[in-house]
């Protein structure tokens, strides 16, 4: 039932993304792993073909719409279709004290978790009012509508 179906995953070169992607591979669902480290996402990708899944690689900066536009492209390429998104990209540091960290790092971290998501949730639903398909997005900004 899911062997046509494919989902965009952020942040799909460790930690949660990865295990994301994995496991919906196992289910049958082809997978573009998207994340600014291509050698990591290259080993998520053997190890969900060496599973008999099916993944894409897109080293990809999601902060910068125009790879992130770039991005769509390339799925849309090698699968043909889109039908979720993964938002789960994003980075932690700094972490500490405030009167520790380093405002430049405070402002990119704020920047990269509210711009990057925003800009896979603009490009999909570009995408998907252009395809006139709409399966579902999962997303983590709550004032996406
Ligand atoms: N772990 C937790 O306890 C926890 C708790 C609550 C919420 N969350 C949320 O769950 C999500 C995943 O958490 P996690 O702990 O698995 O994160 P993680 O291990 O730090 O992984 C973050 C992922 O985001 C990618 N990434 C960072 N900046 C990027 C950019 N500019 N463009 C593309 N990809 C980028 C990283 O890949 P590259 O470095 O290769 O780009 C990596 O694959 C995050 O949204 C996090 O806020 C996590």
Same mark, same amino acid.
């Given at each position: 039932?899911?062997?046509?179906?494919?989902?965009?995953?952020?942040?799909? @070169?460790?930690?949660?993304?990865?295990?994301?992607? $994995?496991? #919906?591979?196992?289910?049958?669902?082809?997978?573009?792993?998207?994340? !600014?480290? @291509?050698?990591? #996402?290259? /080993?998520?990708?053997? *190890?969900? +073909?060496?599973?008999?899944? @099916?993944?894409? +690689?897109?080293?990809?900066?999601?902060?910068?719409? !125009?790879? +992130?536009? /770039?991005?769509?492209?390339?799925?849309?390429?090698?699968?043909?279709?889109?039908?979720? #998104? $993964?938002?789960?990209?994003?980075?932690?540091?700094?972490?500490? /004290?405030?009167?520790?960290?380093?405002?430049?790092?405070?402002?990119?971290?704020?920047?990269?978790?509210?711009?990057?998501?925003?800009?896979?949730?603009?490009?999909? *639903?570009?995408?998907?009012?252009?395809?006139? !398909?709409?399966?579902?997005? /999962?997303?983590?900004?709550?004032?996406? !509508?």
């Amino acid at each position: 039932m899911n062997q046509n179906k494919v989902g965009i995953i952020t942040g799909a @070169s460790r930690g949660m993304g990865a295990q994301i992607a $994995i496991n #919906l591979a196992s289910f049958g669902i082809r997978v573009a792993l998207i994340a !600014t480290s @291509s050698a990591r #996402l290259l /080993k998520i990708k053997k *190890i969900i +073909v060496d599973n008999k899944g @099916s993944a894409i +690689v897109i080293k990809a900066d999601i902060y910068n719409f !125009t790879e +992130v536009k /770039k991005a769509f492209r390339q799925i849309i390429k090698e699968y043909g279709r889109i039908d979720f #998104l $993964i938002n789960n990209a994003s980075v932690i540091s700094p972490i500490g /004290k405030i009167s520790d960290t380093d405002p430049y790092e405070w402002k990119k971290n704020i920047e990269m978790n509210l711009i990057g998501g925003y800009n896979m949730i603009r490009a999909c *639903i570009d995408f998907f009012f252009a395809a006139k !398909t709409w399966s579902y997005c /999962k997303c983590k900004f709550r004032c996406c !509508t």
